[in-house]
């Protein structure tokens, strides 16, 4: 096999934190070579490098043996390199043949061709196996048909070298299934691809080699086939990872901590009830899991809990008392923390420093504020605390503006800030979303030891592995009605399979 | 040596040169359209406008501070809105109301003792500023109608109701068509007028400069300590960064935005104060269909000072310096609009210094880089 892409001793700096530190990488044609790295070890800053998103202050890259100047996207793709993205580059009113001959169309007097286009993507889908519908317009696909469309747009380009940024952490478990038969088939034909991930049972299933990046240092490449998930999550992180957590059974107490009765949530836009008539208890001592497929009324009914939208009907009480038509702030005084789904949206001012951050939600009690003037040293000893505790990765300290942390370190940061409130009810909405797994441990036995304190914690996640591991008891909620309550103990993850798809109903709750 | 390294490796330092640059771009634009317009006296007409408030002595100096009251209070009430996410383009409003009110109260509350009556005037002034900020904050707020639209609304509202406010109560001077003279409630001088003069002959020719910058600048520290070290600058500017994460956080974003509105026009409305609470010679309120140049030039003023309240007296300091040079200008062979235009275009380029910053701040990175390559390959 030759060799197509090699960058060698790539050195990226961003102000205060070296992203890349002499990282050495060679792809061979036809392979699918995964990066994996924690939150933050430089792996898409690297990926970045290769697509001319940034230029490298020290280092080269070569193809096919020749060195190469990357300034931009253009190159890159004039290079036969293209990059599927976190975040697709779609637009989002035009149809999907729109969107890939974007930027290549072609163009007589004046007027759009599209014929030729249509067939040339047409047959490219039916040789690897992309299902795609030309006409339909991107809003109206799901976002599994979204990201064939960016696969078919470095096709359509005929590049050689398929960048993938996280391509599963939007899909769904059936959709996975299929984007990596389509990565087999694309290597069939002779395409190669960099497939940036951090989930470990991925690269088992497709990659043949993997580089492991840790604090932007190359640790090494391995033969996937040889090398089992716990060495290469050990490469990753640079100790040994459990990943069955070591859980104590609950000793949930049996007093209610957290108590809805006969939620509604109506949909403002079409009027459909998006909570419907749930209720349920969550007791001190105990996690319990609100699983689902995404978009079946669990933000609504987090919103609804924490206050940031109002509930149609229904009643709210944390502890004793009524919260129905409390305030945010003062849900927050009575001892309700949230750890919200969008981190950028709700969880941080990503303009603040740090630690104007980590007092977000308590920069108004004495312990931070003093005659109306914030009380500074004690902010940013605070932050210094946490960020220890915590083990926050962040280049100027408590200084650090926060939209320039990684997206797992801004996580850590909220659930820094969360768990340390000591709450009495800690709302959890998929706090391991895009992390790696010492984060995601990390944060798990976060939630484990809230528990172990006698906290009640409520978890909203659309990961099975997390649902089953993590939490005591599980309830399903499908169309915005919960359709299970079951022990954690006692049930397995096709079970659950079946509540999530709406196909089985359980004991009513 | 340290400490001058420190010093200008600063974020502090940084906004500055990066104004500085902008209003050397700025004048740079101004001396072509000299050369285009009077190419003769070009060079010697940059000199004039470089030298500004300087070529009239220290009256010329105290013009600058008194031309440079009404922008530094303008300034400071845009920025303070910038910071909280607000664009505040309704100062001009604000203003003319405010000095309407102001010199109501001063013309009709005669009763109130000398030495307060400015006060009280003034601080009526404010207060018809802060009622006019808080129209667009409440439409805001509770209607989600965007604060551009409705601060505009309310500028030829307030510049057309004072117009008719004028002309029916007793503040109207029908024969010079514009408001009565307030000497009885001037802001008072403070000794000023006793620093900032020429000599003509055996009189001392005093510049119009009173007390109103020192009350500009003790409200430009006022805004800098709330901005930065209060709760309540904290919450503000959490709401203009991210008012989702502020409604997260239990902030009242609404409340935010209707307090930050308020003082914006707070500020507006006192520098109207300032402006027409004069002396008899000073200026009154003309009653023309007109918007107050001196709302809008709150806005370049503000930019130029990157909404930093003490960056924000440099900068109004600067276009009322500039501005005066212009006003020497005339003593050349320039037609008043040519000069005009000149003003306009430094301060339009000046407004650009958040664009030099951000070059700046990629220009020495860069710099760095290169260094430390060199210094590696020295080591080798």
Partial sequence: ?509 | MRRIQRLLGSAGFGSALSSVVAILVGLAVGFIILLISNPRQAVAGLGTIAAGGFSGGMKGVGQVLYFATPLIMTGLSVGFAFKTGLFNIGASGQLIVGAFTGIYVATNMQWIPGPLLWLVALLAAAAAGAVWGAIPGLFKALLNVHEVIACIMCNYIGMYGVNFLIKNSNTYDSLKNQTVDVAQAAIPKWGLDKIFFTMKGKYADAASVNGGILIALALAALMYIVLNKTTFGYELKACGFNRSASRYAGINEKRSILFSMVIAGTLAGAAGGLMYLAPAGGQHITVVEVLSAQGFNGIPVALLGLSNPIGIIFSGLFVAYISQGGYYLQRMDYMPEIIDIIIAVIIYFSAFALLVKNLIASGTKKLAISREQAAEEADK
Avoid at chain 1, 39 to 50: D, E, F, R, W, Y
Avoid at chain 1, 145 to 172: G, H, S, W
């Fill in chain 1, 1 to 509: 096999m030759d060799t197509v892409i090699q960058m060698l001793h790539i050195t990226k700096d961003f102000p205060g934190i070296r992203a890349n530190d002499d990282v050495t990488l060679d792809l061979r044609r036809g392979e699918i070579h995964a990066l994996l790295g924690e939150n933050g070890a430089g792996k898409s800053t690297l990926m970045s490098v290769l697509f001319g998103l940034y230029r490298p202050e020290k280092g080269e890259i070569l193809k096919n043996g020749k060195p190469v100047h990357i300034a931009g996207p253009n190159e890159a793709n004039a290079l036969g390199i293209g990059m599927v993205h976190q975040h697709f580059k779609l637009v989002h009113n035009f149809t999907v043949l729109e969107n890939i001959v974007l930027g290549v169309e072609d163009i007589r007097g004046g007027v759009l061709h599209l014929a030729e286009a249509r067939k040339k993507v047409v047959a490219l889908s039916q040789q690897y196996g992309l299902m795609v519908e030309p006409d339909a317009r991107i809003s109206d696909v799901t976002v599994g048909m979204q990201q064939r469309v960016e696969i078919l747009k470095m096709l359509y380009r005929e590049n050689e070298i398929l960048i993938f940024d996280e391509p599963t952490a939007v899909l769904t478990p059936q959709e996975i299934g299929e984007l990596m038969k389509i990565m087999k088939n694309l290597t069939a034909e002779g395409k190669s691809i960099l497939f940036i991930t951090h989930k470990l049972n991925e690269i088992k299933q497709v990659a043949d080699r993997c580089t492991v990046l840790r604090k932007g240092r190359c640790v090494g490449t391995v033969d996937v086939a040889d090398t089992t998930k716990e060495q290469m999550s050990e490469m990753m992180v640079g100790r040994k990872v459990d990943f069955a957590i070591e859980k104590s059974p609950a000793h949930a107490s049996g007093k209610a901590a957290l108590r809805v009765e006969n939620l509604n949530v109506r949909s403002k836009r079409h009027g459909k009830l998006l909570v419907n008539n749930v209720s349920f208890t969550v007791h001190k001592g105990e996690i319990l899991c609100v699983a689902g497929i995404d978009g079946n009324g669990q933000s609504e009914l987090v919103y609804a809990l924490t206050g940031l939208a109002a509930a149609e009907s229904g009643r709210i009480f944390l502890g004793g008392t009524e919260i129905t038509l409390a305030t945010i702030r003062e849900r927050n005084n009575a001892g309700l923390a949230h750890i919200p789904e969008d981190r950028h949206k709700h969880g941080l001012v990503l303009d603040y420093p740090l630690a104007e951050n980590i007092i977000l939600k308590s920069y108004h009690k004495p312990a931070f504020r003093r005659k109306g003037f914030i009380r500074f040293d004690k902010m940013y000893q605070y932050t210094d605390k946490l960020i220890a505790a915590f083990d926050i990765r962040c280049g100027q300290g408590a200084r650090t503006i926060a939209r320039s942390m990684s997206g797992g370190n801004q996580q850590k940061a909220i659930v820094a800030r969360e768990i340390s409130e000591q709450p009495d009810v800690l709302i959890a909405v998929q706090p391991t979303r895009g992390l790696d797994v010492g984060a995601i441990e990390y944060i798990h036995k976060q939630l484990i030891a809230a528990r172990d304190q006698g906290k009640a914690v409520l978890l909203v996640s659309l990961e099975l592995d997390e649902v089953l591991n993590v939490s005591d008891r599980i309830l399903v909620m499908y169309e915005g009605e919960m359709v299970a309550d079951v022990d954690a103990q006692n049930v397995t993850a096709q079970e659950l399979g079946l509540y999530m798809a709406g196909s089985r109903k359980g004991a009513a709750v």
